[in-house]
């Protein structure tokens, strides 16, 4: 009996472990495809002979030299830069007033004004693009980074104050009449006692916000026509993508340099995360 529990135990293991290694090499596939296209040459990577997971004819840097040589993937990397740090310190901004508001100064309908917030997030790019552009037009910004900075916060702060909102609730409440009878004022209860508390739901909002103002593509693509203003995600497309002409090792290095620094983050930061969606998910 001893024995056949053991055996079964054994067996549930392997399978598990079995469908681990599978989504390892699902998930991993592509990352490594790209970087192997990225060393590959030209002709290598337009040949049909070979082992096409493989390189064969020697790597190269060829790629990469062309990408910041001939290319303008310097300055859109800049552009992405200052324009993801900007957006993720204004969504995290208003996140947290929004969410301090929603979750604890207790005005009437404040609870269906959270849940409508949140609704807002579902709606999609693709129905809000057309109106923004109007708007962008209207302010005189288009063919400018800077308008990234109206439209991005519309997709980003809705999430971040829905996951704000279910750390600032689980804090007691003892703690605000605390500090209100030692004649602390609102902001500084949220200086000093909120945000302590709730870092790791700040660490999942400002994730969230990095990832989806570094990775944004359909407002780029709609409201920047310039290379100068251009971001990273549509500027390396569009240049490495001349009508049905493909340079596939081009825009496997460009996807592998640009996919860097969110992998990163989320790499330190990844239990944080998980946390941060965890609380937001069982208490807003």
Excluded at 61 to 87: C, E, G, P, R, S
Excluded at 188 to 201: S, T
């Amino acid at each position: 009996m001893i024995r056949s529990i053991k055996t079964r135990r054994q067996a549930v293991l392997v399978v598990c472990y079995g469908v681990i290694a599978v989504f390892m090499v699902f998930f991993l596939f592509p990352p490594y495809w790209m970087a192997l296209t990225s060393f590959k040459t030209n002709q290598e990577i337009e040949s049909l002979k070979g082992i096409p997971f493989l390189i064969q004819q020697g790597a190269t840097l060829k790629h990469y030299q062309d990408l910041f040589t001939k290319t303008d993937f310097l300055i859109y990397l800049k552009n992405t830069a200052i324009i993801t740090t900007l957006v993720t310190i204004l969504s995290l901004v208003i996140s947290v007033l929004a969410a301090y508001s929603l979750s604890r100064l207790g005005f009437i309908g404040a609870g269906i004004l959270g849940t409508g917030v949140f609704l807002t997030y579902l709606v999609p790019d693709t129905l809000l693009f057309i109106p923004f552009f109007k708007i962008i037009g209207w302010l005189g910004l288009l063919n400018s980074k800077w308008s990234l900075l109206l439209v991005f916060p519309t997709a980003i702060v809705p999430f971040c104050t829905w996951i704000l909102i279910g750390y600032f609730a689980s804090i007691p409440r003892e703690l605000d009449e605390a500090a209100l009878v030692d004649g602390a004022n609102h902001l500084q209860m949220l200086l000093r006692i909120f945000l302590p508390v709730a870092v790791p739901g700040l660490v999942a909002a400002t994730m969230f916000a990095f990832t989806i103002s570094w990775a944004g593509f359909l407002y780029p693509m709609a409201f920047i026509f310039s290379n100068e203003e251009q971001l990273l995600t549509v500027g390396t497309v569009t240049t490495l993508i001349k009508g049905d002409v493909y340079h596939w090792g081009g825009l496997m290095a460009g996807a592998l340099l640009a996919c860097l620094p969110p992998v990163l983050l989320y790499a330190f930061l990844m239990d944080y995360y998980i946390s941060g969606l965890t609380s937001g998910s069982t208490k807003a």
